[in-house]
């Protein structure tokens, strides 16, 4: 929506019996105000080079996060649309009922939309009523907000901030959860990795001599997960995600036609124009490796190789903080997609390290909690990728050595996809290493440590440091244990193998060569994963994109990929499969799925033995039960989950 300009005198308005009172055109800023939270770390912003003012014309965007409203209702209905036997039952909400009765009130948004107006500042408000878009220059948003733009340089990243905490008039301050994009400082990475160099010289030559246009031998495709997964009965009935609409959001672009040949390559019959971009906050700049371009390929040559029948919408947005949110609101308020999946993101570590200190505010994290709630009461399942340094993900932003888990993965009202590595029997490839792995295990590199010498490492200590990779997992420090998660055995008390000995904001790796196995105690947090796939580089996938022509790769093929960026667009296509089958959407999956867990004949296969045969590095599972830290509720048997969402969670 568009508004008007603001009148120079207006209505007063009343909001949860505080008086709004918009401000006539051109009037500066009211004399009571208060702050409101930023999303970048002050650790950020006050510890970047300074070179200068940011100039006065320069255009901006800034995305105003608003509170959800009657929070403890939404949360309750999305519990009954996914309770077989409510009322509510699988009758999810359309965008503007959502607005209607969880997003900001129109009188809210007005008030806020005219404050903006009376500084030239142009807005426009998201379908759900809980984001609200603004852009105009520097110099207006420092009237707007009290602050002084700055041009800054961090971590070799260039960007504009404001050191200074952003004000608004008081009593505008109540609705806002967070502002977005006063600072683009770039902070996402992507949730992809490779096999260790010096792992791949060690395998044998599977670059195709005979075609550019024939993908690597030895690999994993496509028709293997489908059947490792038992995703092939669906397949046979006809069942190819036909009338279903994938949504993924990411923050680099993508060029589509290589996704129709990698799909062409495998023998995947694709309907032509099946894919759309759609460019948020102008989209995230031309397809680049440097800007992660082969993640968004990953994302669509996976998701659309299990689901052929599917459209695709990939929506493109610039790699900062409002352009993640924004990506996801426009998705989930557009509702044109069943399931929605991303492979992008950061540690709970680089989202609230400074929380104790003061300095930051937990909303951030809440900005994406909301919008996974929108997406759950609307139907629409979501998946995100936890990571790929195993128990440790804060070692890849901020390279600290403690626990930690990935965010956005973390909310409780997202699918958090976790990894596994397959058996020596499901691929040569590590048979060609020498290395035997007797059944699907958490991944997890510990496997590779005693194997330093063949690898040319100088000692053991210095080759497990050098190659941390595995399933992100563990337990939040931001979100409380959901109520679909209680009583699930191994979510309360796990096992962890101390390959490392992880110590708060340490920067440095202790490792034990001979690792004991100790237990532990949640202390009610969510935990992640919620369920896992093959995602090991080792035993893992190609990745088909012109970007690699001219490069080291084998032309436009690429292989030894892997990563849980593999696994979270593989569920979003497996959820296409699925709602076809059940003939509508099935709306969010985690207290569906932790129900069927605990039912006779599981659609889910627990990976809980204990030890180092199933750890990401530290958490492993605890014999005989469901949960493991590691690896989540295990690997699905997707026929039986397509059956067990068709009967609503009754036995089959």
Do not use: C
Not at 172 to 178: M, N, S
Not at 449 to 465: D, K, R
Not at 557 to 579: E, K, M, R
């Amino acid at each position: 929506m568009r508004p008007k300009r603001a009148k120079s005198v207006l209505a007063m308005l009343t909001f949860a019996g505080v008086t709004l009172i918009p401000l006539a055109s051109g009037t500066a800023m009211a004399e009571t105000t208060g702050a409101v939270p930023q999303a970048v770390g002050q650790a950020v912003l006050q510890n970047a080079t300074v070179f200068g003012d940011t100039p006065s014309n320069t255009p901006v965007s800034v995305s105003l996060i608003l509170t959800v409203r009657n929070q403890a209702q939404l949360q309750q209905y999305i519990s009954q649309t996914t309770t077989p036997g409510s009322a509510e039952f699988r009758k999810f909400l359309s965008t503007s009922e959502f607005a209607n009765q969880y997003g900001q009130s129109p009188l809210v948004i007005q008030s806020l939309v005219n404050y903006f107006e009376t500084f030239g500042i142009q807005s426009s408000v998201y379908a759900d009523n809980l984001d609200i878009n603004l852009t105009g220059t520097a110099g207006q948003f420092n009237k707007a907000f009290g602050i002084v733009l700055k041009n800054m340089q961090y971590l070799g990243r260039t960007f504009h901030g404001a050191q200074e905490a952003p004000q608004l008039p008081s009593y505008l301050t109540g609705p806002v959860l967070a502002v977005l994009g006063l600072t683009n400082y770039s902070n996402f990475s992507t949730n992809i990795t490779k096999a260790p160099a010096s792992v791949i010289k060690k395998l044998p030559n599977t670059a195709t001599s005979e075609s550019s246009s024939a993908p690597p031998a030895g690999w994993e495709t496509p028709q293997m997960v489908e059947q490792q997964y038992d995703v092939t009965p669906l397949l046979n009935k006809g069942d190819i995600g036909q009338g279903q609409t994938l949504g993924i959001v990411t923050l680099a672009s993508v060029n589509p036609s290589d996704a129709y040949r990698y799909w062409k390559a495998y023998g995947i019959s694709s309907k032509p124009n099946r894919i759309s971009l759609v460019n948020v906050d102008g989209g995230a700049g031309a397809p680049s490796l440097a800007s992660g371009s082969d993640e968004t390929t990953v994302d669509v040559e996976q998701s659309g190789a299990l689901a052929p029948g599917a459209n695709i919408i990939v929506y493109q947005a610039p790699n900062t903080d409002y352009g993640f949110a924004d990506a996801f609101a426009q998705a989930i308020s557009d509702n044109k997609v069943g399931s929605l999946s991303v492979s992008w993101g950061e540690s709970e570590d680089a989202v609230n390290y400074t929380i104790a200190q003061g300095q930051e505010s937990p909303n951030y994290a809440q900005v994406f909690n909301e919008l996974f709630e929108e997406a759950a009461a609307q139907g629409i399942s979501s998946f995100a990728a936890t990571g790929d340094f195993g128990a440790y993900q804060a070692y890849s932003d901020l390279g600290t050595t403690d626990l930690s888990i990935g965010s956005p993965a973390d909310s409780p009202y997202v699918t958090a996809a976790g990894g596994t590595t397959l058996p020596t029997t499901a691929t040569n490839l590590l048979g060609a290493l020498g290395i035997n792995i007797p059944q699907q295990r958490a991944w997890g590199w510990d496997y590779l440590f005693p194997l330093w010498q063949e690898f040319g490492a100088a000692n053991e200590q210095t080759w497990a440091e050098e190659n941390i990779g595995g399933s992100n997992g563990g337990y939040s420090t931001i979100f409380p244990e959901p109520s679909y998660q209680y009583g699930v055995q191994g979510v309360n008390h796990f096992s962890a193998v101390q390959w490392f000995t992880p110590i708060n904001n340490n920067t440095s790796w202790s490792f034990n060569p001979n690792p004991p196995v100790v237990q532990g105690e949640n202390q009610g947090k969510r935990a992640i994963p919620d369920l896992s796939m093959n995602a090991d580089p080792i035993t893992g996938y190609t990745v088909y994109s012109t970007l690699f022509d001219n490069s080291s790769f084998n032309g436009p093929w690429a292989y030894a990929y892997g990563g849980t960026s593999f696994v979270a667009p593989q569920l979003n296509g497996i959820s296409a499969l699925i709602d076809q089958a059940v003939g509508g959407r099935v709306g969010f999956w985690n207290p569906q799925i932790y129900h069927f867990a605990t039912q006779p004949n599981s659609p889910l296969t627990p990976l809980d033995a204990t030890g180092s045969s199933n750890d990401n590095l530290y958490y492993s599972g605890s014999a005989n039960t469901l949960y493991n830290p590691a690896t989540g509720l295990g690997t699905p048997d997707v026929a039986k989950l397509a059956s067990d969402f068709k009967q609503g969670g009754q036995q089959r």
